[in-house]
């Protein structure tokens, strides 16, 4: 009953294209609208609950362990570890890349090695291909690359680059 | 509670580019899991819709376009927790009976992945914050590529050993009449196959794929009224875990060590690792197969490469592991491959599972998938 399709047919039928017209205002919320202004001068902010001691990188207003509002914002280093790292010869609409993109996990300090969560970020690090082939990028200490000219985005920080 | 049986299931091929459409793929296999349990539609009291996004089929609200295939004038709700999907329809399903709301439950997940242009990486690109990870163009195999890289660096993984799950779950697939990526391959060919995000290859990944999956569960006596070889469901748990994946300690599951913990406690299970005979773990990717093995505590931490080496996982094994093929082996309409995984696991236990058919004796089955940004998890025992 079920009929799959070559590749060739789908040459054949009719194909509808449109681009939807959905654009966004996100609001950023007080916490990440924080953490934009903080980016802009080149610091990464966080939030505390002094309750359980957990710091949020990016920042959020309440605790999603103690359930209660967060206590303080707290200026975290643009220092960490290499949780994990990795090479992209893809884009994000499956095209090949000749050049790897690497991206990867930062463990931000303060941030102890055991710990299950911990302020951290998703971003770009500047390494080579070999690096991240031979994991020995993983577990190293990197510090943020800022831009020059920031306007208050994530992009402000270039790259996390080892130390 | 009110003790849950299952009396059919049905499945359509897992297939890239199907000619039918996404209600035309739930029909039929809504139309198999009737015919098996016996039944026809009209007997049916409630139906449960399963779907990941609706981007993938390019449809709003999903939930109601699929509920033409059975749910139209009954009691009809749609379950989505991502890519955990699957069983938490087969779950959702089994609340519906246990409550005492409905007698007969028809489950149905369906996926359509084929359509997206250019392709269906680029609808993923709308599950990440906005504003703090969208802007860095990520896609979905990135992540899953940096949590294989944690998961190898903790513990030391090679790839060669994280491929033998693709290699042992395409093999398996060749059992598996409806299987979209059955082959004979070697760990060369994992480790040869064009690498997509380091340590990704293609072989490492499961295809995009269209299908369907259905289910009927019942009370007690209707099962024992339709069936001599009844198959219970006697645990179920579902956690999340925070999304806030670049903070987290990505080398372990532990979403999913504390929905296993539930559904353990429910059906009494003590030692996963001795009294689990077959199980189903969700393998989108082949180290997640692994990483799962550990998060459902059959295996050690960082020791599911070993006991996979050791043969144990395999369809003679000690434990044997997606016999049905898998997401790697079968096709991964995501959605409709989590309950593909359960009906795997029910024809395992039932004895119809031809020759997919794991050589021993099988009383106790777990099957389990996972999604979203690497916290969701569902866990379904199921005993004979």
Known sequence: METPLKKEELKEPITISYKPY?????????????????????????????????????????????FKPTDEWVEVKDEGIVETAVASFISWTRERLEE?????????????????????????????????RNMSIIGKRVKAVWRSERKGDIDDIECFKVI | MRKVGIIGAGLTLFRRRMLETPQELAYIAASRALDEAGLELKDIDCVVIGSAPDAFDGIHMKGEYLAKAGGERKMTSRVYV????????????????????????????????????????????????????????PNLIWIFAMEMHRYMAKYGIKKEDIALVSVKNKRNAMNNPYAQAAANITVDDVLNSEVLVWPVNRLDVSPVSDGAAAMVLATEDIVRRYTDTPVWIEGVGWTLDNT?????????????????????????????????????????FDYKELHHLEGLMIAKK???????????????????????????????????????????????????????????????????????????????????
């Open chain 2, 82 to 137: 991502g890519g955990a999907t699957g069983v938490m329809t087969a779950i959702s399903a089994w609340y519906h009976v246990a409550s005492g709301l409905c007698e007969k439950v028809l489950a149905i997940a369906e996926e359509k992945m084929s359509p997206a242009r250019p392709h269906p990486q680029s609808v993923f690109k709308y599950i990440w914050d906005p504003i703090t990870e969208k802007p860095l163009n």
């Open chain 2, 302 to 384: 960082g020791e599911a490469p070993k006991l996979l080496k050791e043969g144990v996982f395999d369809i003679d094994g000690d434990i044997p592991s997606s016999p049905s093929g898998g997401l790697l082996g079968v096709g991964n309409p995501i959605a409709a491959a989590g309950l593909m995984k359960t009906i795997s696991i029910y024809w395992q236990l039932k004895g119809t599972a031809g020759k997919m058919q794991v050589k021993k004796p099988v009383h106790t089955g777990v099957a389990q998938a996972w999604g979203d940004l690497m916290q969701a998890a569902t866990v379904i025992v199921m005993r004979n």
């Open chain 1, 22 to 66: 959905a654009k966004y205002e996100y609001s950023a919320g007080q916490s990440i609208s924080r953490y934009l202004e903080g980016l802009k001068e080149g610091k990464i902010i966080g939030r505390k609950c002094n309750k359980c001691g957990r710091v949020y990188v990016p920042p959020k207003m309440y605790c999603e362990d103690c």
């Open chain 2, 244 to 284: 806030s994946w670049p903070g987290r300690e990505l080398a372990y599951p532990r979403y999913l060590e504390n929905a296993a913990r539930m559904a353990y406690k429910m059906a009494k299970i003590e030692r996963p690792d001795k009294e689990i005979d077959v199980v189903e773990p969700y393998d989108p």
């Open chain 1, 100 to 132: 790897p993109g690497i991206v990867g996990t930062i463990r931000l300090f303060p941030s102890k090695e055991n710990d299950y969560v911990f302020p951290g970020v998703f971003h770009r690090i500047c390494c080579s291909y070999d690096e991240v």
